[in-house]
């Protein structure tokens, strides 16, 4: 197997940038890891308060422990600033990993060409 497909396949199904480590550049695989971390970050971070605040709806015995009312509680959409800060998370979250991809396969692709020569 060629070092682009390995590198695009450990982008695509790992992690991005993990592929651009294997193929030894560090710094551009580090930004593209840290991108995908913290729009991950931000992502889980925003699901658990969302979690917590239904729990502590329950707690305080304003929602009753009900399925359907739980449900309705889950699938209330977030609002006002909420709504584009997930946005942009999961807009950098998929711009890292295709952008990890597709330059990683492009990257290793040059070295295999640079080799066979």
Known sequence: MSRSIKAALLSALVF???GHFYL???VTGAIL?????AALYLLIS???DMAMQITEQIQHGNVP???SALTELMEQQP?????????AAST???ASWLIGIVDSFRVGR???KGNAA
């Open 16 to 18: 991005p940038g993990l």
């Open 65 to 67: 422990l009900d399925v």
């Open 79 to 87: 609002t006002g600033g909420e709504v584009q800060y997930m946005n």
């Open 24 to 26: 030894k550049r560090h």
């Open 46 to 48: 925003s699901a658990a």
């Open 110 to 112: 040059a070295m295999d």
């Open 92 to 94: 950098a979250l998929l």
């Open 33 to 37: 890891v840290t991108v995908a971390l």
